[in-house]
């Protein structure tokens, strides 16, 4: 999700684009977001202001054991993660950079 928001701030669309936020701050535009996010508000009050049934107790995790639990179990996970990341990286770069008119393939 964050890449796509990097993604998008790097673009600069132009005055178009301007002009299709505005259109965005309608307000039945955000009607049912705005529906969703209060049934999570709700939820979330619910959740806290119920009775605790169960007694967990706290343990404290060192350092050495998130690492071998990364690099151990979890190891095909994160190197997804990362190639994604890498992946997201390049394509905002890519999408970012400024093409001077010499460099421009467009125009041949």
């Not at 060192?62 to 190891?75: P, Q, R």
């Amino acid at each position: 999700m964050v890449l796509f928001v990097f993604v998008i701030m790097m673009l600069n669309l132009g005055p178009q684009t301007a002009q299709e936020e505005k259109s965005r701050l309608n307000f039945k535009v955000w009607l049912g977001p705005a529906v969703l996010a209060a049934i999570l508000i709700i939820e979330l009050i619910y959740a806290l202001t119920k009775e605790q049934t169960n007694n967990f107790e706290a343990v404290i995790v060192s350092a050495k054991e998130v690492g071998m639990s990364l690099f151990g179990t979890y190891l095909p996970m994160v190197e997804i993660a990362s190639v994604l990341l890498l992946a997201g990286l390049l394509g905002a770069y890519h999408l970012g950079r400024r093409v001077s008119d010499s460099q421009d393939v467009r125009k041949g």
